[in-house]
């Protein structure tokens, strides 16, 4: 038996095709079909076919449906495992995970030379579609998700196909092609790019410099944003004839037949493959060593990009393409996007950094020691100051501080709703609740050891609890603790989408989804690094890892989307429609030493100059100038004085719960 959903639902039964007419039951037969050899709960189904509202009936219904999808398809199709249900097929049996074996034997050979093969697989792959994804079934919510998950595949892919064609000095045959693809994404810059290198490529440079042009000027008037430095580079070598972009410029015979050849159809001859092979090896060479360093690559996400600037914020759209770049404050821990700007709280100046991408400009206002979570409510952008044990409140239309209430030591997370703003205090374990109106902090309750940070639902206040690996749920107004959540270890970033909750785990590497009705993890997702911010928005969780990446995830399948590689030491990330901000820590290389030259009339009160002696009559030790630890004292007064600190390290490392390790 075998399913079609690249396109209209279909299925071919040993005896021929199979109808379901039933718009539930197809979307419920799609719905296992993402996801063969897989056990979908019940609670998930009903969710997928009637959303946040479901009949009181829904639970019979799904039964029914199952019932009666298996007297179709026969029994044994569809199983029944706790706690739900399991499509009991080989996912080669759905046409969609054909696809995605298909694409990846493409990668594959590509990586390994064979451009020839590469090529070719990816015509058969793409040669599997019908037309959109689950076509007609797209009207169901979490069909339009998996629609456009399997859609992106599929542009991902043609891409990756056209960039084989221009390497192999087909630019002539992309042309049209390309021009239909920016049409339909006009905001995608490696296309634009793509197009830009074939029509060069064509002999028409004049063209190729228009499209550059058409962009700028579209993405300057929606977006505010300007081209990246790669579309930069294309358009300078494009303007300077640069004889790297020469060298692929001839047509050559295909080496495969047309994408239209069914793929059972397709025969080649031995010595016609050995013939295509031998006249394309020279160009393919050349080409891939000097378009890859120009343009090849630049629209995946697997991709390495060059590090970015550090201490910024620069957007990243859905795609993987990076935009306009803005300075903000040093060392950027947290980041919000609400009042049509985005805000950066910078830790090591004690500043927040509030960017206007319509209008170009940063302006920054100063907050207090060690600047932390970000939230809006009431009107006001809320501060919390790790430093100093207070929360601030900044009139977002004045840039300035308009008010401070004093909280717990180590305020660290923050999230507002309505006229209230819950503060997670680290060093106390405790969480308070302001009232923005007053200015007064209503209540303070203990959690427990390390609360890192706070996120709000309609229904409850989550806390993640660094110190014990746990999320704890507190009632709408964070009165008193309803349940804690084993999730991994420490939990240091959470995300709330529709009635799931996203926590980041970084000593694990993972993401954890929790299911806020039953207050269980149904979900693990491993992130390929130390996660440390997360975000949602535009119907996708966003996440940034200390290594470097930022990931965008279906939070409905637990699914990776894309991961584009950003470089650099990518820290917080904000949500904003389909787009993500990233706020991005100075890098290692920003940190330089200097010259320190101690000049006294007379040495005898302090005996010597060794720096790890101290400068008695001066009050200060030399070591504070002349060395960096990984951690430090603050020397400030008040109970935060004895606080230990981040220098070189990112953070202070938390000892374990015996208190022997770190």
């Given amino acids: 038996m075998e399913f079609r959903i690249l396109g209209p639902l279909e299925i071919d039964g040993p005896v021929g095709p199979i109808s ?13 079909l993402l996801h063969p050899r897989e056990v979908l709960s019940r609670e998930r189904l009903i969710d997928e076919l009637w959303g946040e509202a479901p009949p009181p009936t829904a639970v019979k219904a799904l039964q029914t449906y199952v019932s009666e999808l298996r007297t179709v398809l026969g029994d044994g199709t569809i199983v029944t495992r706790p706690p739900g249900y399991e499509i009991a097929v080989d996912p080669t049996a759905v046409d969609a995970g054909r696809f995605v074996a298909s694409v990846q034997r493409a990668r594959e050979r590509a990586e390994a030379g064979d451009t020839v093969g590469a090529l070719d697989g990816y015509e058969q792959a793409l040669a599997i579609w019908r037309g959109p994804a689950l076509v007609d ?40 092609e390309l021009k239909t693809l920016v049409a339909q994404h006009p905001l ?18 004049s063209e190729a410099l228009e499209v550059f042009r058409e962009l700028r000027d579209r993405l300057d008037r929606e977006l505010g944003l300007a081209p990246g430095r790669k579309l930069h580079e294309l358009q ?25 050849d069914a793929p059972h159809a397709r025969a080649h001859s031995p010595r016609r493959r050995l013939l295509s092979a031998r006249r394309v090896a020279a160009v393919a060479v050349a080409a891939a060593a000097a378009l890859a360093a120009l343009w090849l690559g630049f629209d995946r996400g697997s991709v390495a990009r060059s590090a970015v600037t550090s201490n910024s914020a620069l957007v990243v759209d859905s795609h993987g393409d990076v935009g306009t770049e803005f300075h903000v404050g040093a060392a950027p821990a947290h980041a919000l996007w609400s009042g049509a700007y985005l805000w950066t709280s910078n830790e090591r100046d004690g500043t ?22 970000l939230a809006y409510a009431d009107r006001q952008l809320w501060v919390a100051n790790g430093g100093d044990g207070t929360i601030v409140a900044i009139d977002p239309t ?31 374990g405790t969480l308070s609740t302001v009232d923005t109106r007053s200015g007064t902090v209503v209540r303070t309750i203990p959690l427990g050891p390390v609360p890192t940070s706070v996120a709000v639902s309609n229904d409850a206040v989550w806390v993640a609890l660094a110190g014990s690996g746990e999320v704890a749920k507190l009632d709408r107004d964070g ?10 270890n420490d939990p240091s970033a959470l995300a709330v989408v529709g009635s799931r909750v996203w926590v980041a785990n970084t000593e694990d590497r993972t993401l954890s989804r929790i299911d806020s009705a039953g207050g269980v993890v149904d979900a693990t997702l491993q992130v390929g690094g130390p996660p440390v911010g997360l975000a949602a928005g535009g119907g996708a969780l966003w996440a940034t890892t200390a290594n470097g990446r930022l990931l965008r995830i279906d939070p409905r399948s637990a699914r990776t989307l894309r991961a584009t590689f950003l470089g650099g030491r990518p820290a917080a990330v904000a949500a904003v429609g389909q787009s993500a901000w990233v706020a991005m820590l100075a890098t290692p290389s920003a940190h330089r030493g200097g010259t320190l030259r101690l000049e006294t009339d007379d040495l005898s009160d302090c005996g010597c100059v060794d720096p790890l002696e101290p400068v008695t009559q001066t009050g200060w030790e030399v070591t504070d100038l002349l060395y960096d630890g990984l951690i430090a004292y603050r020397r400030v007064g008040g109970p935060a004085g004895a606080a230990l600190v981040a220098d070189l390290a990112q953070r202070v490392p938390r000892p374990s719960a015996d208190g022997r390790t770190y």
């Fill in 236 to 260: 300078r070598a494009i303007l300077n004839r640069d004889s790297a972009l020469e060298v692929a410029t001839r047509e050559l015979p295909r080496a495969s037949p047309p994408a239209s």
């Fill in 188 to 205: 995608r810059e490696g296309l634009c790019g793509q197009l830009m290198l074939a029509l060069y490529g064509s002999g028409r440079q």
């Fill in 398 to 428: 004045a840039d300035k501080v308009v008010r401070t209430v004093h909280v717990g030591n180590g305020p660290l997370g923050l999230a507002g709703r309505g006229s209230r703003v819950w503060v997670a205090n680290s060093v106390d």
């Fill in 479 to 488: 009165r008193r603790l309803l349940q804690t959540v084993n999730v991994g």
């Fill in 352 to 373: 927040v950094s509030r960017v206007d991408a319509a209008n170009r400009t940063v302006a920054t206002v100063a907050v207090g020691r060690s600047p932390e979570g």
């Fill in 20 to 32: 379901i007419p039933a718009a539930k039951k197809r979307a419920l037969l799609a719905a296992l």
């Fill in 137 to 176: 079934v797209v009207l169901e919510s979490f069909a339009r998700n998996e629609a456009e998950s399997l859609d992106q595949l599929r542009l991902e892919a043609t891409t990756e196909r056209i960039d084989l064609e221009l390497a192999l000095g087909r630019h002539r045959a992309v042309v049209g």
